[in-house]
């Protein structure tokens, strides 16, 4: 591996730590209707767990509800328990034909809970991209040692490693105010 190699990986990998980051944010709710909130439920359909969003039609309707339609309609029972089962903190009513998931509006002190949730989803974030920044440097001293190279050359190398890690940190910490500020919005 050369150094630009190692860099090329180093950043690719924390460019994955923050995309990752991103979609857990995705997932959090902020009082809003979002339907990637649905991403992790799973209905039983046809003996084979099956993520919702593949067995049915979500749209947002007024800001504040999700309208299921499942494309099978004999599964909406199914569609229902799966939803209660995922524990999104909402009941789903079900008219027969559609399932409506209605967000009702967050509570100051549930809006402080997210925003503690959110800055863990960070702060791992940030560690994972610390954890690979180490990694980074390990590896720029197993090269120093089969490359020869120059003290000059790692401590530059080393200042890039840094620089790389502190951008990937503020963007990091970025999100978390962005989403921060999104949860916190009434």
Do not use: H
Not at 85 to 107: C, H, Q, Y
């Amino acid at each position: 591996m050369t150094v630009d190699e190692m860099f090329a990986a180093g950043k690719e990998k924390m460019e994955k730590a923050i995309n990752q980051m991103k979609k857990e944010f995705s997932a959090i709710r902020t009082g809003r209707a979002n339907p990637m909130i649905l991403d992790k439920v799973l209905v039983e359909y046809y003996g084979a767990p099956t993520p919702l969003r593949q067995l049915s039609q979500v749209s947002v309707q007024d800001g504040t509800t999700l309208v299921i339609a499942p494309y099978d309609k004999t599964i909406l029972k199914d569609v229902e328990k799966a939803l209660v089962k995922a524990d999104l903190g909402i009941n789903p009513n079900s008219d027969g034909i559609v399932v409506r998931l209605i967000f009702p509006p967050l509570t100051t002190d549930k809006r402080k809970e997210i925003c503690k949730d959110v800055k863990k989803v960070s702060e791992d974030t940030k560690v994972a991209i610390r954890n690979i920044r180490r990694d980074m440097s390990d590896e720029l001293k197993k090269l120093e040692k089969s490359e020869n190279l120059s003290e000059d050359t790692v401590k530059d190398n080393q200042d890039k490693i840094q620089k790389l890690t502190d951008k990937y940190i503020k963007s990091a910490d970025d999100g978390a105010v962005e989403k921060e500020k999104e949860v916190m919005t009434v």
